[in-house]
């Protein structure tokens, strides 16, 4: 036995794909917040590094000046203090200054002397040092890259500023050269770090989070949306087939009156034709009045007879794609006769652009001469006549008017108006309305009525589907 499927309700559907676009826009937004940033930081670097590397020439200067024999050769001993000296200057210089790292260098003796705040460990002295000594420098993985800004930094007696990758980072260095007493002894660089390792597996795991999710709720959205369609088709096949359902029960219903209503209506010819057959059978005629009345009423329950068929095949017709302009037309050129006859002016306002139909051009036919019929003898003084049509594309139908300048329909007419054997005409059989609604029920469309004003008259409109390019109405 098959397991029931479990339906997840519409509006949490909607909500689950709302939320997967709103967490994949708030992803790209904080991706393109960490882009803004790092663009931020690498405009902003050279400024920060210029003024840094001003503090710490102006610092490193004045402890230059005081070593000893400067710039004649320095013991170990000299070297350490001078060290000491000016790491404690830089410290003091780049501590204002966020993320900064800077140092200085010996030009005469290719040493790096007095760094502070450095990322990683220095690079190993290329001279020899006593037990007890020590020398800083720049980080390992930037030191060659350094050294060699500050070449070109004291050959062109100028500071330099260039940004790097030097692997794992991204890395803004400035260089400049240091004169003391006139000659260029040394240079002065700092660095700061656009992205440090840790920076960088952040950004990489956020531009990959951030993807993933944007991916993921968008192909979430896509399962959801696809999840959607199928419940809008089946609540679609649902509600046409409770629209089938619907007319059915309304058929039904319409039948019981139509049996009520024939049994009134085919007692009365039967009574007469029983009477004249009783007449007979006591000896009084057969004379040609007789003969006459009895031929009337045989014609009328075959009157009766033939509307009822109509109605009953209402459905059964030959539907081919037409056009209802001309239709329209042909009823409104068959009504002309008439309408003129009686001072009616027909008018005809015709959608040029109207799409083809569905339909069973004699069925569509009968039902716009019943109307017309009936807007003619609710204008024996005469009046208009107008015939109109237009396409209602958001809908999916046509729509066709047929209207007159009569005394309209009562609120008590239009509550019985489509019933069948409801009339209000002397003689009439109430059938003729019911007939043109079940015909346009047939086509799937619709027959209705506005409530009339003396001075609007009565309106009727019908609407039929417009036809989809699978030969089927929409």
């Known amino acids: 036995m098959a397991r029931p499927r479990i339906r997840i309700p519409l509006k949490w559907q909607i909500g689950v794909v709302v939320a997967c676009f709103v967490a994949a826009l708030t992803s790209l937004w904080m991706t393109s917040t960490s882009v803004i940033e790092r663009e931020r930081r690498r405009a902003s670097a050279k400024g920060v590094l210029d003024r840094a590397g001003e503090s710490l020439a102006k610092r490193g200067i004045s402890v230059l000046v005081r070593a000893p024999r400067w710039p004649d050769y320095l013991d170990p001993a000299d070297w350490d203090a ?3 000296d000016l790491s404690a200057q830089a410290t003091e210089a780049l501590a204002p200054f966020d993320g900064v790292e800077g140092g200085y260098y010996v030009r005469d003796f290719n040493r790096f002397l007095g760094a502070a705040f450095p990322t990683a460990p220095p690079p190993p002295p290329t001279y020899k040092l006593e037990p007890n000594s020590r020398r800083a420098g720049p980080p390992r993985s930037e030191a060659e890259l350094i050294e060699i800004q500050i070449d070109a930094a004291i050959r062109k007696k100028q500071s330099l500023f260039i940004v790097e990758v030097s692997q794992p980072s991204l890395v803004a260095i400035r260089t400049a050269p240091v004169a003391v007493r006139g000659q260029v002894v040394a240079a002065t660089w700092t660095m700061i770090r656009l992205e440090d390792p840790l920076f960088l597996n952040r950004s990489i795991q956020g531009y990959q989070l951030a993807a993933g999710l944007a991916l993921g709720g968008i192909a979430l959205s896509l399962v959801l949306m696809a999840e959607l369609a199928r419940t809008v088709r089946r609540q679609a096949a649902e509600r046409e087939q409770l629209q089938t359902e619907l007319r059915r029960s309304e058929r039904l219903a319409a039948l019981g009156k139509l049996l009520a209503g024939v049994a009134h209506e085919v007692r009365n010819p039967l009574a007469g034709i029983r009477s004249t057959v009783q007449l007979w059978q006591r000896g009084i005629g057969p004379d040609a009045e007789s003969f006459e009345g009895l031929v009337d009423e045989v014609d009328r329950l075959e009157g009766i007879v033939a509307r009822l068929l ?14 209802l302009n001309e239709v329209v037309a042909e009823v409104a050129r068959l009504s002309s006769a008439s309408a003129e006859a009686q001072g009616v002016t027909v008018e005809l306002d015709l959608d040029p652009d109207l799409p083809p139909i569905l339909m069973a051009p004699p069925a569509i036919v009968q039902v716009f001469r019943n ?90 409109t019908l609407t039929l589907p417009i036809l989809r390019r699978d030969g089927h109405g929409v």
């Open 310 to 323: 109509h109605f009953s095949r209402a459905d059964a017709q030959d539907l081919m794609p037409s056009d």
């Open 371 to 460: 109307l017309s019929t009936n807007a003619l003898q609710a204008m024996p003084g005469g009046g208009t006549l107008r015939f109109s049509t237009r396409t209602d594309v958001i809908a999916g139908v046509v729509e066709a008017r047929v209207a007159d300048t009569g005394p309209g329909l009562s609120p008590e007419v239009l509550a019985h108006l489509f019933e069948p054997f409801y009339t209000t005409k002397a003689g009439g059989t109430g059938l003729g309305l019911a007939i043109a609604r079940e015909i346009v029920l047939a086509h799937c469309g619709d027959l209705r009525s506005e409530p009339g004003r003396s001075e609007r008259g009565a309106l009727f």
């Open 82 to 84: 001078l060290d000491r």
